[in-house]
């Protein structure tokens, strides 16, 4: 489903050059909760990234769907983000100036579903998380956790093949994080897949897998304990 | 129906604009609707100066066709021909005969010791039929002081104002004035070898040269002091009838040989060339400084756009993240760009149209040579519109774009 062969990073500062990723291979099957743990500075969010398209590495190969990740022009990795994938960011990361419903109903329209269509859809996903009752609230209008349900569910709201997660709940307290974990796991019971970045051995445990790294490469893979 | 990107463009647009800040808008689009006025209004009151004068001079003194002496002729020949060929024109709706002779005219001679500086002053006096002269020009209505001339009046003269120093803006050198004469003074008439003593029965008072350097006496005791008494006349100003293009009725009496024995202009051709050049001039400069404050708003725009994207860079980064395409962004923007010039026009239309233009056609720019009104031709200014609209798209999209285009996990991130 998504397969990383050889996996390397290093950003150019002018002469200085840091090796951040330095050979990852990771197999991550269709329906399987992957947490991918380490100490600060690992390469967690790094390697998200670079799984998830949204930047490309330095060498090695990055396979989605059978397909090359390097043999795809920008605007396919656009459209390829848009129907394949949800983000979920650890800030939130949701438009201010809309409305809970239409944060999450913009990538629907984005992806031509009519208006009403991609309105009940976005209803859906909120109800899905919790907060189908603060449907018209802006982000400043919400609580942290209200908002990082939103912006689960506008990650989830289209049906994506794989969902990404960037230490989801590093910004809640203890009974968000909580509800966030407890979305993640309904949404894995159901099928969904998912790759998450987390500090916490407590979530981690949630998942079917766990994946460490350090130093830019996996040290560890604690699979279905 | 339109293209997604240019729907999810507005959809990002209109809620960019809802929630904006009421200050920040009101303030772009007071800027828009002061580069309105600046683009209209300006080159507008330029031009209307002018254009008071050319009106002024078209009601007052040519009317719509006028026709004129040859220049190596002393007046138009065959004259009562003329004036029966024009007047059965069925597009004339008036015209007045006028009898034109350089003169001298001599106050104060009554007490005047043989020392003292002679009061006098050079003009043309014309002579006219009151009632045909005040139904074509209506310049009755331009008596200042006493009365205009009656049919009948004897020995009465109406003097235009440049003729007497009181009125005289300021001291012209050269331009010999008549002092010290109101309503009731007695002066001289020289014409040629003849002199009379008339009265004066009024003073007009015109922005228009060729009447406020004028002296107007009744037609028929006027004949008898220059000797004509064969009719021919020295201009005849015609007034052709509402709707009717007086190139037309000039073409008219061409037609039928007029242009043999006198000039024969509509009001256009008997401009001054310098008035042309003026006109031309002003709608140069007015081009000039329209551009200057199309350029200041093109960079407001260009700076607000660029400041909102800068700050908002990690959703733009955040909005490309999660697969919303570019294009659709940079049109966001492009609306925003839109929705301020084409309310700050609306509200400028509103200004020039419902307060300006009729504000200044009841109470014009009093300058000395005319009598200025703003001049915005409703196409013109639909131009400039459209003009301030494209410019705006364009200050608005290069910002954008240049900040939509960087690195997308960048943007998300805040690294350069
Ligand atoms: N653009 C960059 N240029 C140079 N170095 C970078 C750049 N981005 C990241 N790094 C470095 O790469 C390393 C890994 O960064 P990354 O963000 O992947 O860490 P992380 O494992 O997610 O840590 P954290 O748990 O703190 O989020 C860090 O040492 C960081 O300094
Ligand atoms: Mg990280």
Redesign the pocket.
Known sequence: MIEVRNLKKT?V?GEIE?P?LKGIDLKVADGEFIAIM??????????LYQMSLLDEPTAGEILVDERYAHSMSESEKVQFRLSEFGYVFQDYALLPELTALENVALPLLMKGLGKMLSYHQARAALEKVGVGHRPNNLPSQLSGGEQQRVSIARAIAHNPKILFA??PTANLDNESSHAVLEIFRELHRKGQTIIM?T?EEEFATEAGKIVR?DDGRIVSVEADR | MFPLNIRIGFFLAVRALRRASLWTTGLIIFVMVLTFLNLVVISGILVGLLQGAVDAVRTEYTSDVIVSTLSDKSYIENSPNIIAIAASLPDVEGLTARYAEASRLEAGYQTRKASDKPNIANAYVIGIDPREEDAVTGIAADIIEGEFLAPGDYDKIVLGNYLLDQYIPIDTPGLATLDNVGVGSKIRVHVGDVTREVTVKGILKSKVDEIALRAFMVDSQFRSIIGRNDGNVDEIAIKVEEGVDPRDVRDALLLRGVGEEAKVQTFEDAQPQAFKDIIATFNMLGAMFSSIGLVVASITIFIVIFVNALTRRKFIGILKGIGINGRAIEISYVFQSIFYAVIGSAVGLALVYGFLVPYFVANPIDFPFSDGILVAPLEQTFFRVGLLVTSTIIAGYIPAWMIIRKNTLDSI?G?N
């Open positions: 950003f500062n840091t951040v380490g100490r600060s500075g690992a390469g967690k969010s790094t390697l960037d230490e970045v500090h790294i | 991130l690294r």
